[in-house]
């Protein structure tokens, strides 16, 4: 096999030993050099596992290394201090997802959302209830709170709560800590959303795995944004927001200000680019380049990968 790292991405592929790089099935790639995710989903796949089972194996890898502290336990503390989760799997042979939101307690949470496909007819389920169906499902009950998130949840109180996510409130976001509140008197500012993430403070592993046979599946998991206001759910566990998956056309997964991926199902665009033929760089390019027509600073990042193992 062979290892690419393509920057400024930070792209990672496994394609077959071999075989060129722009056609190789079966495939692995995922956003981020998370190279052990790569390497745990490539093994699952090696011994005969399903694609769905090297995205569960993939993501769980990062979930149980914290990678970057962008995904898993013990990461970016929410306003009350609180690490939660995000995660989303996606079939694309029965187009089928499983995903939760918001998920408190349990640190498998890629592991869940497969659950919920499994075990459910539901796509989404979110918060202490999701926790209580990761419990019902086998999963431990656990605190995600380390010593590490805990210090940088001091530091940010100490800074007088700065950054937040708060805006035409009183007392002033950007000053100072809340609680906050509407002001009797409403005058709505213009704010420009400028991501504060960069290669060196991103969010989220999405993974998209293709079969030898093309089939594809795609997933993702995170912790969502550092200091969000609790209850925030990003682009992560949303279907063709953070992942899509579709065995006729390809797989993309996306990684970046999830706030304003989500509004432009970056995902699913890019697959439905690569259905018209597209190849899936040039998919990638044209989700991002719409999204900066409307967020001229946006920081983001789309992996795309089609069913002859092109990828972009």
């Not at 991405?9 to 496994?14: K, N």
């Not at 009950?141 to 007088?160: A, C, F, I, P, R």
């Not at 989220?204 to 944004?225: D, F, P, R």
Request: hydrophobic share 35%.
């Amino acid at each position: 096999r062979r290892w690419t790292m393509v920057a400024p991405l930070l792209l990672t592929v496994l394609p077959l030993s071999g075989a060129a790089s722009a056609a190789a099935l079966p495939v692995v790639i995922n956003t981020w050099a998370f190279r052990k995710a790569a390497e745990t989903a490539w093994r699952v796949l090696q011994l005969g596992g399903s694609e769905l089972d090297a995205i569960e194996r993939g993501c769980g890898q990062c979930e149980i290394e914290q990678c970057d502290g962008s995904v898993g336990y013990g990461g970016s503390p929410d306003e009350s201090g609180e690490t939660t989760l995000d995660a989303m799997i996606m079939d694309g042979n029965t187009m089928e997802v499983g995903a939760v939101a918001d998920l408190r307690h349990v640190k498998n949470a890629i592991g869940v959302a497969r659950k919920v496909i499994e075990y459910t007819k539901h796509t989404l389920l979110v918060g202490e209830s999701a926790s209580l169906f990761a419990v019902r499902m086998g999963f431990p009950y656990e605190d995600l709170t380390t010593q590490k998130s805990l210090s940088v949840y001091s530091k940010w109180l100490d800074q007088n709560c700065q950054p937040n996510y708060w805006k035409n409130v009183v007392p002033d976001s950007s000053k100072s800590c809340g609680p906050y509140k509407r002001p009797e008197k409403v005058t709505y500012k213009e704010e420009q959303t400028t991501s504060q993430r960069s290669v060196h403070n991103h969010d989220t592993i999405g993974m998209v795995v293709i079969g030898g046979s093309g089939t594809v599946a795609s997933g993702t998991s995170t912790n969502g944004a550092v200091h969000k206001i609790p209850g925030r759910v990003g682009d992560s566990p949303i279907a063709g927001a953070g992942s899509y998956a579709d065995s006729t056309a390809g797989g993309a997964a996306a990684t970046g200000d999830g706030d304003v991926m989500m509004r432009f199902l970056p995902s699913y665009q890019a697959v439905e680019y690569m259905r018209m033929g597209m190849d899936p760089t040039v998919a990638c390019q044209k989700v991002i380049s719409r999204i900066q027509k409307y967020v001229p600073e946006f920081f983001g990042a789309v992996i795309c990968a089609n069913t002859t193992g092109s990828y972009g």
